[in-house]
């Protein structure tokens, strides 16, 4: 007869708990960002609900990324920049707020470039009305944010490029500050191309003064904002189990 001792089922082997994914919005005053943030947050929930997710802003809304990392303590954190593109945030404001932070971080690549990027700009572009007309005389004005940075430029013409092989029509990246052209510049020069339907695609993770002004500025139909769309989620964890693999933790100053 065995033993009551053997009956007993071996302790589970618990899993270590995964790393924080803080995602990083830049913030607004328009009370539309937070919301629809927000909204983008529990999408990605929904999707791992393994990984604590929490957000951190630059500045303008609470709770800014000092304070969220620091309720974090000394836990192993991946910060994912709710950004399109390469510039000052990225490369300065995020890493050094990370590396004075008590967490044990990784910086994840911005969203942009990436084709999962152009599937949401198609998508948005369909629901406006995108497909109605001739490929022959329609184009597209790609209106981002704008960097004085070379690098955001780049960034955002790569995206510019992927999209118009995907709808086979030009795409011109414009820009509500800091870069040329504007969109106005952009339209004027497709217009002198003989493009007669030009649509404009919101370059913006969500709601705000710059997607509202480059709206006012456009000639025929308007995108709505990348904003929840499925595949923005996909690409946050997407950024997020990268970072993990190819990522070193970043230096704390205080041991600098």
Same mark, same amino acid.
């Given at each position: %007869?065995?033993?009551?001792?053997?009956?007993?089922?071996?302790?589970?082997?618990?899993?270590?708990?995964?790393?924080?994914?803080?995602?990083?919005?830049?913030?607004?005053?328009?009370?539309?960002?937070?919301?629809?943030?927000?909204?983008?947050?529990?999408?990605?929930?929904? +999707?791992?609900?393994?990984?604590?997710?929490?957000?951190?802003?630059?500045? +303008?809304?609470?709770? $800014?990324?000092?304070?969220?990392?620091?309720?974090?303590?000394?836990?192993?954190?991946?910060?994912?920049?709710?950004?399109?593109?390469?510039?000052?945030?990225?490369?300065?404001?995020?890493?050094? %707020?990370? =590396?004075? &932070?008590?967490?044990?971080?990784? #910086?994840? =690549?911005?969203?942009?470039?990436?084709?999962?990027?152009?599937?949401?700009?198609?998508?948005?572009?369909? /629901? =406006?009305?995108?497909?109605?007309?001739?490929?022959?005389?329609?184009?597209?004005?790609?209106?981002?944010?704008?960097?004085?940075?070379?690098?955001?430029?780049?960034?955002?013409?790569?995206?510019?490029?992927?999209?118009?092989?995907?709808?086979? #029509?030009?795409?011109?990246?414009?820009?509500?500050?800091?870069?040329?052209?504007? #969109? @106005?510049?952009?339209?004027?020069? +497709? $217009?002198?191309?003989?493009?007669?339907?030009?649509?404009?695609?919101?370059?913006?993770?969500?709601?705000?003064?710059? &997607?509202?002004?480059?709206? @006012? &500025?456009?000639?025929?139909?308007?995108?709505?904002?990348?904003?929840?769309?499925?595949? %923005? =989620?996909?690409? #946050? $964890?997407?950024?997020?189990? /990268?970072?993990?693999?190819?990522?070193?933790?970043?230096?704390?100053?205080?041991? &600098?």
């Amino acid at each position: %007869m065995p033993s009551q001792l053997s009956l007993v089922p071996p302790p589970a082997t618990r899993r270590p708990a995964a790393p924080a994914l803080v995602v990083v919005a830049h913030g607004s005053r328009d009370p539309r960002a937070l919301s629809t943030v927000r909204a983008l947050l529990d999408r990605v929930r929904a +999707l791992r609900p393994d990984v604590p997710v929490h957000l951190g802003h630059i500045e +303008l809304n609470a709770p $800014l990324l000092p304070d969220t990392l620091a309720a974090l303590g000394d836990a192993e954190a991946v910060l994912v920049p709710l950004l399109l593109s390469r510039g000052y945030h990225v490369k300065r404001d995020i890493p050094e %707020m990370a =590396a004075a &932070a008590p967490a044990r971080t990784r #910086v994840a =690549a911005p969203l942009g470039p990436h084709s999962l990027l152009v599937d949401v700009l198609q998508d948005r572009l369909t /629901e =406006a009305g995108w497909g109605t007309t001739s490929r022959g005389d329609s184009a597209v004005v790609l209106a981002a944010a704008g960097s004085r940075d070379p690098d955001a430029k780049t960034d955002t013409a790569r995206t510019a490029h992927l999209l118009a092989a995907r709808l086979g #029509v030009p795409v011109l990246p414009a820009y509500a500050s800091a870069a040329t052209p504007t #969109v @106005q510049q952009a339209v004027r020069t +497709l $217009l002198a191309r003989g493009r007669r339907h030009i649509a404009l695609a919101s370059y913006f993770t969500a709601p705000g003064r710059f &997607a509202t002004e480059c709206a @006012q &500025a456009a000639p025929w139909i308007t995108a709505a904002p990348l904003a929840t769309h499925p595949s %923005m =989620a996909h690409l #946050v $964890l997407h950024r997020y189990d /990268e970072a993990l693999r190819t990522s070193p933790s970043l230096p704390h100053l205080a041991s &600098a």
